[in-house]
């Protein structure tokens, strides 16, 4: 019975960070910390401090939501260097 | 104190006195009058269950289910038609290990349409996981239904008890009820917490991908505690005794018959009547088909075993001799009989038996 | 209530099996935001099956029951009893699918008509994505899917009007391009008594075939264009402020536009498109008088 149980686990799907293709870089100085990327982020990515957000990318698929969602144009989408 | 009650309202009366917390079922004929009754109970303020008219008896399933997982004590019943359709939830309860009561009230399968008894349907559950018991009469629907609540509790399996379609569920019998006291001393509250929870504020995930070993885990585990139930019957603590058999004359029986079910009280009519002309014959009756009585059938020693029963598993026979052959020391042979409700009386069982005894018996009876 | 407001706990945790800019995944994260922890998610067959983790990884922090795919609104109703039973404070959500409303329609009518207590949450993809893309119900009108591969002939049933007709104590439709409002509603719904049903439209990157960052894009174009009606139910009938606008045809954007960006609308003639924006003509109508009816 206890196979049957789950608990809450961050990352239940391992590191899908590794998932991307595309990487959010952000620019501080042009966010105004409206909030928007950080409601409208599928994976509750991103976090809100005081005076910027945090990207959490050993979770970020790269979606690219945030980058469309911002007015201010901070995020921007680049893709990831081949390793 | 003895009351004249239908199997039906016997099995009612049991579940208002095992304080059952949530009932959900939807009407088919014979079962409808259990539901009527409850129904009626919970109106009167005589039961404080909630009662839900669902609208079918997949989501009757399904709300017990649920209200099973929430922690409280759960009740439907079904017949035939019914059960199929409720049958994908029958197998999630089972694998859920959740101590669910059903009382099946037999009924032939169709169509075309049948509404008289006939066991196929009981025995669809065979391999789910559920606890399967077989009253032969009113009394015993009563008790196997309290037995049933304390049994599935202890042990995390739901528990089914069958009674025959018109023939134990629409007949008046008298019913010894002992006092409220009495069960609420044999059958406490239910444990909230067990096997699992689902509350607000309890994170828990329960019942979604995991490992194909789980599965496997799961099953074996179920196998292994079902055969605890032998012992938790026989020991239940409840006012009268019970087995997963019933010996009726099989002491010195040279002949014996394995049967379940109402049409058994006959049966013994027509043993005690060979009896009288000085054939030794005796009957091993089944009150549980699940967790199947091994030990019991194997233990018989006789010249030859009978085993007549209300079902067939095309392509292969008889389902209960099939199951009884498997264990058996003695030869099995194997009659079918009575499905459709087909009425099989004293004198048809006298005929049939006598004929058994002298090696001259084919496979059907009609 | 302001989007800095909302609470920043996570209900949802990242690393979770959901596509990139799964609507699924935005529906989910904001629960907890409207309802705290006072909810118990069941979760029938589809999507989200897979998005609540595997193994004894949940990606909840949450209690979530999975069910049988058409039985999640009756396990609700045995949940909420118990709950009340045992005084334990919380509310049933089911969350499925346009699956779990196609296959559990009958479900979903019974826990309706008897005002058993819930949340009913509808996360419509228009299809059934778990299974691969396959028509449903609810699937838009002439969309490509696997089993309509020349386009949907079938009818597109309105889910949250059917409970609308069931009187349902609180309706309402919602998409995840306006989260704000599903939040509102989410937090008007709670405070509700009663089965309460809201139609989350989900676009669905794989599925209608549109790249991941525009999820929120699509679904907020579905409502421009009128495609996508925002309400509430609940007692009154009340358009939505995003939908508003656009009760005024002519301030509608162009139904190609919204079509012609998603793969499965590819294959659309003008005459298809003229024909499906007749159908949204009508929608509207019905609509606009059932704001008059219960006015």
Same mark, same amino acid.
């Given at each position: ?83 | ?42 109106? %009167? ?18 709300? *017990? ?7 409280? %004590? ?18 999630? $309860? ?6 669910? $009561? ?44 309290? @037995? ?80 605890? *139930? ?44 060979? %009896? ?12 549980? $088909? ?23 598993? @095309? ?8 199951? *009884? ?6 030869? $099995? ?23 058994? *005894? ?9 | 209530? !302001? ?80 709950? !009340? ?163 005024? !045809? ?46």
């Amino acid at each position: 019975m206890e196979c049957m149980i789950a608990k809450p686990s961050k990352g239940s799907a391992g590191k899908t960070g590794l998932w991307r293709t595309f990487k959010p870089v952000y620019d501080v100085e042009k966010c105004n910390l409206c909030h928007l990327c950080w409601l409208y982020c599928p994976e509750n990515a991103i976090d809100v401090l005081e005076d910027r957000i945090v990207i959490d990318y050993d979770y970020c698929k790269g979606c690219g939501i945030c980058a469309k969602i911002c007015a201010k144009k901070a995020i921007e989408m680049v893709r990831e260097e081949e390793t | 104190m003895k009351k004249i009650l239908t199997g039906n309202y016997a099995v009612a009366e049991a579940v208002k006195m095992a304080r059952t917390e949530f009932i959900a079922a939807y009407p088919i004929t014979p079962q409808t009058t259990i539901v009527e009754r409850l129904a009626e109970m919970v109106e %009167r303020g005589e039961l404080s269950a909630e009662f839900v008219r669902v609208e079918s008896e997949h989501s009757a399933l399904a709300a *017990v289910y649920g209200a099973s997982a929430g922690g409280l %004590r759960a009740f439907t019943a079904t017949s035939s038609h019914g059960l199929l359709y409720m049958y994908e939830m029958c197998w999630w $309860v089972a694998n859920s290990r959740l101590p669910v $009561v059903m009382a099946l009230v037999t009924r032939t399968i169709g169509p075309p349409w049948n509404i008289h008894t006939d066991h196929t349907d009981l025995l669809t559950l065979r391999d789910s996981g559920w606890i399967l018991a077989m009253s032969e009469n009113a009394q015993e629907a009563f008790d196997l239904t309290l @037995i049933g609540f304390k049994v599935a509790e202890r042990i995390d399996l739901p528990f089914a008890v069958g009674l025959d379609g018109f023939q134990v569920s629409h007949t008046a019998e008298v019913v010894d009820i002992p006092e409220q006291e009495e069960i609420d001393r044999f059958l406490p509250e239910r444990r909230r917490d067990r096997p699992f929870v689902i509350e607000p504020g309890n994170p828990i995930t329960v019942g979604g991908l995991t490992t194909n070993e789980c599965a496997m885990m799961l099953r074996h585990d179920m196998m292994r505690d079902i055969e605890k *139930v032998g012992d938790l019957v026989r020991n239940s603590g409840y006012i009268r005794d019970y087995d997963l058999v019933e010996k009726y004359r099989l002491e010195d029986a040279e002949y014996v018959v394995v049967m379940m079910g109402a049409w058994c009280g006959d049966a013994k009519d027509a043993i005690d009547i060979l %009896r009288d002309e000085g054939v030794q014959i005796g009957m091993l009756r089944l009150r549980f $088909v699940r967790p199947f009585p091994a030990k019991e059938i194997a233990k018989i020693d006789c010249k030859k075993i009978l085993v007549v029963e209300r079902d067939s598993s @095309i392509g292969k026979g008889g389902i209960i001799a099939t199951e *009884v052959k498997s264990v058996a020391d003695s030869p $099995v042979q194997s009659v079918m009989a009575g499905l459709g409700g087909v009425d099989v009386g004293v004198e048809d069982f006298v005929a049939m038996f006598r004929r058994f *005894v002298e090696g001259d018996l084919g496979e059907w009876w009609m | 209530m !302001k989007i800095k407001d909302l609470s920043k706990e996570k209900y949802l945790l990242p690393g979770t099996t959901a596509c990139q800019g799964c609507p699924h995944a935005l529906g989910l994260k904001t629960l907890g935001m409207a309802l705290g922890d006072r909810f118990v998610l069941v979760v029938p067959a589809g999507c989200t099956t897979i998005i609540a983790g595997s193994r004894d990884k949940s990606a909840f922090k949450f209690p979530c029951l999975h069910v049988p795919f058409a039985s999640a609104p009756a396990v609700a109703t045995g949940l909420g009893s118990a709950f !009340k039973k045992l005084g334990k404070n919380g509310i049933p959500v089911v969350w499925m699918g346009d699956g779990g409303s196609d296959i559990g329609f009958a479900t979903l009518s019974g826990a309706c008509v008897r005002k058993d207590d819930m949340i009913v949450i509808v996360s419509d993809n228009e299809a059934y994505m778990n299974t691969g893309i396959q028509t449903s119900g609810t699937t838009f009108w002439k969309a490509k899917t696997t089993t309509s591969p020349k386009g949907k002939k079938e009818e597109k049933k309105d889910l949250a009007l059917i409970m609308l007709m069931h009187k349902a104590d609180y309706v309402a439709t919602a998409s995840v391009g306006y989260l704000q409002d599903f939040i509102e509603k989410l937090k008007r719904a709670s405070e509700i008594e009663g089965f309460r049903f809201i139609h989350l439209h989900s676009p669905c990157p794989p599925g209608w075939g549109f790249d991941s960052s525009e999820t929120v894009e699509v679904a907020r174009m579905a409502v421009k264009c009128g495609a996508w009606i925002l309400w509430e139910f609940d007692g009154k009938f009340k358009i939505s402020t995003q939908s508003k606008p656009y009760k005024d !045809k002519k301030r509608r954007l162009p139904l190609a536009d919204y079509l012609k960006r998603q793969r499965r609308f590819r294959h659309l003639s003008d005459e298809d498109i003229a024909e499906i924006e007749r159908r949204i003509d009508e929608q509207w109508k019905i609509i606009l008088a059932l704001e008059k009816v219960f006015s």
